[in-house]
């Protein structure tokens, strides 16, 4: 089951404030998240798994909140280079990872 | 340390005729993955292997597509006869291990078919 991400797109001013929600209709075990700018390949930026804890990579976090089946990624003061589409991934242990259908985001200066 | 390299970068080709994609992942990486991303989507996991062995090809159309991994490191995907919606972008991904690992994605090959 693909989970489901919310904004679709945003677009933001440099320094604004983002969150970009990933929902499953599945228990969640695992949440990684990925962002992809055009025409490239997409990139690691964290795995969040089953506890409900939370991560961080540079002034990007996200939290996993096991019970509302649901990730939220946040992207705090951003920067022109966040620009890209965020993908979440769903999965559980050695299962294939499930990707959502992504969140395109846009910094404008 | 090198990325997941991928060959070709680009191919067009007309429809039912056939094509190969080529990976080599990251030195040590048991796992490897290829997923077809269609434009505007996320990618779509077609096969995973964990050394030389299938761990998952659900999503593989196995009367088309088909993969190999021989000695566990390279892997090269083919598809015959190709469809007009095989059009996509073919990554290839490895990770060190199957449980909870980062995956590193290759650069892609971008596939047309005419």
């Known amino acids: 089951q693909q989970p489901v991400q919310s904004p679709q797109a945003v677009i933001l001013r440099e320094g604004e404030d983002a969150v970009i929600n990933c929902s499953s209709s599945k228990a969640l075990y695992s949440v990684h998240w990925y962002r992809q700018k055009h025409g490239e390949a997409p990139v690691f930026l964290m795995i969040l798994l089953k506890g409900g804890e939370q991560k961080g990579h540079e002034k990007i976090s996200a939290s996993f909140n096991e019970k509302k089946q649901q990730s939220s990624l946040y992207l705090t003061a951003s920067q022109l280079s966040y620009s890209g589409t965020y993908f979440c991934?769903?999965?559980?242990?050695?299962?294939?990872?499930?990707f959502g259908q992504g969140t395109r985001l846009t910094i404008n200066p | 340390e090198a990325g997941v390299a991928q060959s070709p970068r680009y191919k067009i080709i007309e429809k039912r005729q056939s094509v190969a994609f080529w990976c080599n992942p990251i030195s040590g990486h048991a796992t490897l993955y290829w997923y077809q991303q269609i434009l505007g989507q996320g990618p779509k996991l077609l096969i995973q292997?964990?050394?030389?062995?299938?761990?998952?090809d659900s999503q593989l159309p196995k009367d088309r597509f088909s993969a190999e991994r021989l000695k566990g490191v390279d892997s090269t995907l083919k598809i015959q006869p190709a469809k007009l919606e095989d059009s996509a972008v073919y990554l290839c991904?490895?990770?060190?291990?199957?449980?909870?690992?980062?995956?590193?994605f290759g650069p892609g090959t971008r596939l047309t078919v005419l």
């Open positions: 991904a490895s990770s060190p291990g199957l449980r909870n690992n980062e995956q590193f």
């Open positions: 991934g769903t999965g559980r242990g050695a299962q294939k990872l499930v």
């Open positions: 292997f964990q050394n030389n062995g299938v761990v998952d």
